[in-house]
């Protein structure tokens, strides 16, 4: 790996490369029958790992979910609910 | 738009932040009120740490880390130099509370005085969390930190907050504001009025820290919220001097806010009472400030 | 045009030439001088620049490193304590790569509290990765100045210039201040190699772990050695420019064909030590000007016909040695050189020629 002048960082975001899972001891199930795309989730998710695209929430990116819970915990219609990470 | 705010991201996921970090939430959001235009100022600590490891980096708008306490004077350099180039970029410092009411006070003093122009955003966590939660002058009264323990003789932190909007204030700045990060909307738009605003604007957005607090990390939301409306943690604006409170209508009992979180764990009844009589006592200046419209 | 003017007020008129565009000051004694020139030839309109009235040197040369990272040409300088209370940032600028010129009017750390030259303040930030120039005379601080930035923005590290506190910055001698245009062929306009921009977002400052920490302490080493040979290069292009140099840019000597002896030592003293050399006849005189990086092959080859050689250090490493003789010292090691050392001129104690004549004749140790 190229190491820049003075430890810049040229590749804003990069951060995506790195994925969480491993740090997660829950995991959020996301029901989008009880979901009324009300977007709370997606507002109080630290990191980002919700998505709203063309007013459609979908499912949490496993990728990046910590297991917070904040989601499970601002939902007002029981749509996600917690397991625990295996 | 979602919800009435910019669906851009700004902070990239995969930051090392710890699940349900307050401050991973909060600028998430003061981000996306500043916009693409904008130009970051990190002092040391958590964010700083956990939002750029080499060669990762979260940021995707310019970032620059200097020190722990000069995260105002780096800003008026950048300011300075934008300036004479005739270029314009919103300016955002970002510093926790430690790296604001003690350290970084003399910079961001000497940066108001001047007149520079860039937003100031301290994260509100009441203490040095990124060393392993010690006490800082934003310490809530009777908090266990790691250097101010609950002890037999002495009983957590025994010093009141440092009040720091209010010394912003005596700066005759524009816009100071306080917000909590349980309200992304209403930090939006006091973002985007701090940045809007001539001179250095200071907004102090609580955020709480599930390490450092003592709380499990899904009640991050459910704290700062009950910190508000508890009126632990007032929420007001001062516009050229002049206060707007934020009024809380049915005020929940600050013993479950205390009761929630390991920090205030030892609290017995009689600081519990100390801690309600000093809480309306500020609210009751508040209020006056608030009646009176007279000028800070 | 030659004038006469102060050191001060030559360093400004330096600064006047090289289209700085932010300046951050506060000041310090005897430093004051430089930030007040400056300000005047703001309000008189000399100068476009943005100058920012900081609340310590910690902040000025925090605001210096903002914008410096903004990709544009700054200057400051401070003193001594101010220099102490800055340290942190003169490790970060330096790591951060940026080319930012610092002028230090040396001054003694206290305490005791004295006001006066003695080069404590700056020896004491070697380890800092700025390049490093001691300068003789008014006419050489206008000169390196100007040189510092040709320099700094070549490799990418910040320069401190230094200037004898009160021996040097407040004296009064013929400077000629160079044409604009002239300064501007030498030193063209700064476009920085990265910079804080909205359309390149970059992120400066990150942290770096174990892994790839090393690397970039070496990087700064590998640019702070490389700067040798562009050093001599611009002290070259200089004296074919503008007809004047610096022994090579990193060492001057005086005196010093066919003999046996010489003074070694830096900034203003080096004056007196030419005056006694002249005198004597005996020994010449090395003048390192360039402390950081510290120019070993050349100094060996300098030294190869000397027999005796006097170190004068106007600095003091409480618990060891002046830092001028640890480092000339560990160079010549191997070589058959008589070698003493002497502790002179602390807190601006005034070395007269009877003092140095004590240097040839005594065995080493303080000149009190």
Redesign the interface.
């Given at each position: 790996?190229e190491l820049k002048i003075g430890?810049i960082?040229e590749?804003?975001?990069?951060?995506?490369?790195?994925?969480?899972a491993g740090?997660?001891s829950f995991r959020p199930i996301w029901d989008n029958k009880k979901c009324t795309q009300c977007?709370l989730c997606?507002?109080?998710?630290?990191?980002?790992?919700i998505y709203?695209k063309d007013?459609k929430r979908s499912k949490t990116?496993l990728?990046?979910c910590?297991?917070?819970?904040?989601c499970?915990?601002?939902c007002k219609f029981n749509a996600i609910q917690?397991v625990k990470e295996k | 738009m979602?919800?009435g705010?910019n669906?851009k991201?700004y902070?990239?996921?995969?930051?090392?932040?710890?699940?349900?970090?307050?401050q991973?939430?909060a600028v998430?959001h003061v981000l996306k009120a500043a916009g693409?235009?904008?130009?970051i100022?990190n002092a040391t600590g958590c964010l700083?740490?956990f939002?750029?490891?080499?060669?990762?980096?979260?940021?995707?708008?310019?970032?620059?880390?200097?020190?722990f306490?000069?995260a105002?004077?780096?800003?008026?350099?950048?300011y300075?130099?934008?300036?004479?180039?005739n270029k314009k970029?919103n300016i955002l410092a970002l510093a926790g509370d430690g790296g604001t009411f003690d350290i970084g006070l003399?910079?961001l003093?000497?940066?108001i005085?001047?007149k520079e122009k860039f937003t100031y955003v301290c994260f509100d966590n009441s203490a040095y969390m990124n060393t392993g939660v010690q006490r800082s002058s934003a310490t809530e009264k009777y908090m266990e930190t790691s250097t101010t323990p609950y002890g037999k003789k002495i009983h957590g932190n025994l010093l009141w907050k440092k009040p720091m909007p209010f010394i912003i204030a005596a700066h005759n700045v524009n816009y100071v504001a306080t917000a909590s990060v349980s309200e992304?909307i209403d930090i939006n738009n006091k973002i985007k009025k701090a940045l809007n605003s001539e001179g250095v604007s200071y907004v102090q957005i609580l955020s709480p820290c599930?390490l450092g607090w003592k709380y499990?990390?899904?009640?991050?939301?459910?704290i700062a919220k009950l910190a508000v409306e508890t009126k632990f943690y007032p929420i007001f604006e001062i516009e050229n001097g002049v206060l707007k409170l934020k009024n809380i209508e049915n005020p929940k009992d600050v013993k479950t806010f205390l009761a929630m979180q390991g920090r205030f764990k030892h609290v017995n009844s009689n600081e519990v009472e100390e801690i309600k009589r000093y809480i309306n006592e500020q609210w009751n200046r508040l209020l006056e400030l608030d009646k009176s419209k007279a000028k800070l | 045009m030659k004038k006469i003017i102060e050191c001060s007020t030559a360093i400004a008129e330096a600064v006047k030439l090289c289209n700085i565009?932010?300046i951050?000051i506060y000041p310090i004694t005897p430093q004051t001088h430089i930030p007040e020139e400056i300000a005047k030839f703001v309000n008189d309109d000399e100068m476009?620049?943005?100058l920012?009235?900081?609340?310590?040197e910690?902040?000025?040369l925090?605001?210096?490193?903002?914008?410096?990272?903004?990709?544009?040409r700054?200057f400051t300088a401070t003193s001594s304590q101010g220099l102490a209370y800055t340290f942190?940032?003169l490790f970060?600028a330096s790591g951060?790569r940026l080319p930012i010129v610092m002028v230090n009017v040396n001054r003694a750390l206290s305490s005791p509290l004295n006001i006066w030259c003695d080069h404590s303040d700056s020896i004491s930030a070697r380890d800092s990765g700025w390049l490093q120039f001691y300068v003789e005379s008014s006419q050489e601080a206008f000169d390196t100045v100007i040189q510092a930035y040709k320099i700094a923005e070549q490799i990418n590290l910040p320069v401190i210039v230094c200037v004898d506190g009160f021996t040097l910055s407040h004296v009064y001698e013929p400077v000629e201040i160079l044409e604009k245009n002239k300064v501007n062929s030498f030193l063209p306009e700064y476009k920085a190699k990265f910079k804080?921009?909205?359309n390149?977002?970059?992120?400066?400052?990150?942290?770096?772990?174990q892994s790839?920490f090393m690397q970039f302490k070496k990087q700064q080493q590998d640019a702070m050695l490389d700067s040798i040979k562009i050093i001599k290069k611009v002290n070259i292009e200089f004296k074919n420019k503008f007809k004047r140099s610096y022994g090579n840019g990193l060492i001057e000597t005086y005196n010093l064909k066919n003999k046996k002896k010489a003074i070694i030592a830096m900034g203003s003293i080096c004056g007196t030590i030419r005056v006694l050399s002249g005198k004597l006849k005996n020994f010449g005189l090395i003048k390192i000007r360039c402390f950081r990086p510290f120019p070993k092959q050349e100094l060996i080859n300098i030294c190869k016909n000397l027999k005796e050689l006097i170190i004068i250090d106007k600095n003091i490493s409480i618990g060891n040695e002046g830092a001028l003789a640890s480092e000339v010292k560990s160079v010549l090691f191997n070589k058959k050189i008589k070698i003493k050392s002497f502790i002179m001129g602390l807190g601006g104690k005034d070395v007269t020629l009877k003092d140095l004549e004590k240097t040839l004749k005594n065995k080493e140790g303080w000149i009190l």
């Open positions: 790996m430890a960082i590749n804003p975001g990069n951060s995506l490369k790195n994925k969480r740090w997660r977007g997606w507002m109080y998710c630290p990191d980002n790992a709203i007013k990116n990728d990046y910590k297991g917070c819970c904040i499970a915990s601002v917690i | 979602i919800l705010l669906e991201e902070f990239a996921s995969g930051h090392r932040a710890c699940p349900g970090c307050g991973a939430l998430r693409d235009n904008t130009i100022v700083e740490v939002s750029t490891p080499y060669p990762e980096t979260s940021w995707k708008l310019p970032y620059i880390h200097v020190a306490e000069n105002a004077a780096v800003a008026s350099g950048i300075r130099a934008l300036k004479i180039q970029s003399q910079a003093s000497g940066a005085e001047r992304p599930p499990e990390s899904s009640k991050t939301i459910e | 565009k932010v951050p476009n620049v943005e920012i009235y900081a609340e310590s910690h902040s000025m925090s605001a210096a490193i903002g914008a410096s990272a903004t990709g544009v700054v942190e940032n970060i951060l804080l921009d909205v390149k977002p970059i992120t400066i400052g990150a942290v770096v772990d790839k």
